[in-house]
């Protein structure tokens, strides 16, 4: 058996501001820490049903959204929401706030709205109706920085590197490809890591070389195999009546199963469990961590712990 990384995670789940401030780190200046964005120009916008921005990346910083409006004309409305998406091309509403509608009783107001949920872009959706209406909207974007930020993202990623380890799950998006000599005995297989699987479709492909290396692909139906994403890890099983296949297999690693898994929100406390070892990173760099401390994580981290298996 080996299981191998095929395509690493991209996105950490626990940012370096998140880490920053356990650890209290901050720099000197306001100016270096806020960075403010017009992303709808200041202006007279025409009446329109869906006027929106390019979405922004906000990974990795605390991030507003402001409206500002200026004297608009009479009977004018301006309705304002957030907009989310993982990919900055699929945008859904974000449920966790919305603007005032803007009329010309408030039109000189400056609205602005806390962006809190774990998506990676954020974009407005405007609607103006009655006559053009006058404003801009701004995204700000806050993040404590020091010139230790690159080495502390890479103490996340070991940290959360740890915490897969101990709790044998994925917990950063990741593809695995896992190898086997052969089809085993039994009907079903044990993917490592397999937890969260998000759909059965994170299994992407079972391929099997025979002796002449030649490739070939079993098929995820009820003539072939299924897979129990609810298992822990999931697995893939055979269906019903159905065996592995029978051949010669290739000398060694034979079958291959490609399959993602991972979270998109953490846990509360493998996060909490992730933060407080890479800030044990950081803190005691150059001497070891404290046994105290961690077993005060690997306490947080046992809540989530798959057992039954081995690495």
Excluded at 292 to 302: A, C, F, G, S
Aim: proline share 4%.
């Amino acid at each position: 058996m080996n299981l191998k990384v095929y395509s690493a995670a991209t996105t950490e789940l626990v940012t370096v501001t998140e880490v920053k401030e356990h650890l209290r780190l901050d720099s000197t200046s306001l100016s270096s820490n806020v960075t403010t964005t017009q992303i709808v120009l200041g202006g007279y916008h025409s009446i329109t049903a869906n006027l929106t921005a390019s979405g922004t990346d906000v990974s990795g910083y605390t991030s507003m959204m402001q409206l500002e409006s200026f004297i608009n004309s009479a009977g004018a409305s301006v309705a304002c929401k957030i907009q989310e998406s993982d990919d900055n091309v699929t945008y859904t509403d974000w449920t966790g706030g919305g603007f005032t509608t803007v009329t010309t009783a408030n039109d000189t107001d400056v609205q602005q709205i806390e962006y809190t949920g774990s998506k990676q872009y954020i974009r407005p959706y405007t609607t103006v109706t009655g006559a053009e209406a006058n404003f801009a909207i701004n995204v700000i974007l806050q993040t404590p920085y020091s010139s230790e930020d690159t080495e502390i993202g890479y103490l996340i990623t070991r940290a959360r590197l740890y915490a897969e380890r101990y709790q044998r799950r994925s917990l950063a998006v990741t593809t695995y490809d896992y190898f086997l000599d052969d089809f085993p005995a039994s009907p079903y297989i044990v993917l490592p890591k397999a937890a969260p699987m998000a759909s059965i479709t994170a299994v992407s492909s079972v391929t099997y070389i025979d002796s002449d290396g030649d490739t070939a692909t079993m098929t995820c139906s009820s003539s072939g195999y299924y897979v129990d994403i609810n298992a822990e890890p999931a697995l893939i099983a055979l269906s019903y009546g159905v065996n592995w296949v029978s051949f010669v297999p290739f000398p060694t690693n034979a079958v291959k199963i490609r399959y993602q898994a991972g979270y998109t929100t953490l846990p509360e406390s493998t996060k909490h469990a992730i933060i407080m070892l890479a800030g044990a990173y950081y803190t005691y760099r150059d001497v070891g961590i404290p046994k105290d401390l961690m077993d005060t994580i690997e306490n947080l981290l046992e809540d989530d712990r798959i057992g039954g298996w081995c690495d």
